[in-house]
C-alpha cells in the first residue's frame, strides 16, 4: 500500500511539475514568432481597382471590416471590442484608415493580401484577435484591398492608435498549441457561381462572413481552415459580449426542429440577418447585427446551405 502511495506521489509530482513547466513556457514564449515569408507573386501583386471591384470590396468592409474597426466617429481607426468573451481578455481593433504611419496608407497590395489569408503583419507579428480568410476567393480578397484604397470617408487617413494589444495566458496558451497562421492556397481560388446556391451559400457563410465563428461551440475551437470540423459547428452556445458587458450566448442555427432554426421560413432567416428581426417579433440581441450589405441573393443561399449541415439539438440559454 505505501509503495502504492509513493508511486502516486510521483506520478502526481510529476504531473504537477509538467503543468507549472508548460505553464511557464506560455508565458515566456507569448505569441509565437513566424517567418514573414511572404512569397514573390505576393510581394508583387497590385490588385485591380475598377468601381465593380471597390463595389465589391465596399460591401465586404461593410460587411467584415467595419464591425471591430469603425469608432464613434465613423473612422476605420480602431476601437476596444466590448464583444470579446472574458476568457480572452481585452483587446482592440488596428488603425486601417490610409494614415501612411499608424494607419495602412504604406501598405503594399501584396502586405494587405498577405495579412487577409494569414494574418501575418510586416514588423508587427502576428494578428492572433483577427479574423482570417484563407478560403475567400481571390477576387473578393482583392476587392477588400481595391475598397481600402478607395476614398471611403472612414478610410480617410487618422491618426489615432490604441496601444498595443496585450494577449492574456489563455490566448498565448492556444497560440502555441491551437490555433496558428493559416498557409496560403497553392492554386487559385474562385468563388462558385450563383446558381451553385448551396456551394455559393457554403461559400458566404464560412469563407466571406464566417458565420460559424460565433455560431459555433466556442472560439477557441473553431476551425478556420476547415470549419466544418470547429466543435458544435452552427450549434451556438458561444458565450458572446454585449455593450454592457453581458453573456450572450449565440444561436444554434442548425435546423433543429426544437433547439434550432428548423420552423424558420426563408423569409424569416431573410429577416433576421439583414434586418436584425426575430420571427416572432422584435430585434436580435447584439453582438448580432443587421448584415444589410449583403444581398438576399446571398442570405436565401446561406439558408439553403444550412439545410445540409448536420443537426445538432443544442438549447441555447437565450437573452432575454
Known amino acids: ?37 511572404m512569397p514573390a507573386h505576393i510581394a508583387s501583386l497590385e490588385v485591380p481597382k475598377d468601381s465593380a471591384h471597390v463595389a465589391r470590396g465596399a460591401v465586404l468592409g461593410t460587411t467584415l471590416c467595419k464591425a471591430c474597426h469603425l469608432n464613434n466617429e465613423g473612422k476605420l481607426a480602431g476601437k476596444m471590442l466590448e464583444d470579446i468573451p472574458v476568457v ?24 494587405l493580401y498577405y495579412l487577409l489569408r494569414t494574418g501575418l503583419r510586416k514588423n ?53 498549441f491551437a490555433i496558428f497562421p493559416p498557409a496560403l492556397h497553392e492554386k487559385p481560388i474562385v468563388a462558385p457561381p450563383a446558381s451553385d446556391k448551396i456551394a455559393f451559400g457554403e461559400y458566404t457563410a464560412n469563407a466571406v462572413v464566417s458565420c460559424f465563428v460565433c455560431h459555433s461551440a466556442n472560439m477557441a475551437t473553431n476551425d478556420e481552415v476547415h470549419p466544418e470540423l470547429s466543435a458544435g459547428f452552427y450549434g451556438g452556445g458561444n458565450p458572446m459580449l454585449n455593450a454592457q458587458g453581458e453573456t450572450v450566448n449565440s444561436a444554434n442555427i442548425t435546423m433543429d426542429m426544437e433547439t434550432g432554426i428548423g420552423k424558420w421560413t426563408e423569409q424569416e432567416f431573410v429577416d433576421a440577418v439583414r434586418y436584425g428581426k426575430k420571427p416572432g417579433g422584435g430585434m436580435l440581441a447584439y453582438p448580432m447585427q443587421p448584415h444589410t450589405a449583403i444581398s438576399e441573393e446571398e442570405i436565401k443561399a446561406i439558408f439553403a446551405y444550412l439545410k445540409t449541415v448536420p443537426v445538432i439539438s443544442n438549447k441555447v440559454e437565450r437573452y432575454k
Open 88 to 111: 480572452f481578455g481585452t483587446a482592440a481593433s488596428l488603425n486601417i484608415t490610409k494614415d501612411p504611419v499608424h494607419g495602412i496608407g504604406a501598405w503594399t497590395d501584396g502586405e
Open 124 to 176: 508587427d507579428g502576428w494578428a492572433v484577435f483577427m479574423p482570417k480568410f484563407p478560403n475567400m476567393s481571390d477576387d473578393d480578397v482583392y476587392s477588400v484591398i481595391a475598397w481600402l484604397r478607395s476614398n471611403d470617408p472612414a478610410l480617410e487617413p487618422d491618426s489615432r492608435e490604441f496601444p498595443p494589444n496585450k494577449p492574456n495566458f489563455v490566448v498565448k496558451a492556444l497560440a502555441n
Open 1 to 37: 500500500m505505501k509503495r502504492l502511495l509513493k508511486i502516486s506521489a510521483y506520478v502526481l509530482g510529476s504531473v504537477v511539475l509538467l503543468v507549472a513547466g508548460v505553464a511557464l513556457f506560455v508565458q515566456l514564449r507569448g505569441i509565437p514568432d513566424y517567418a514573414y515569408d
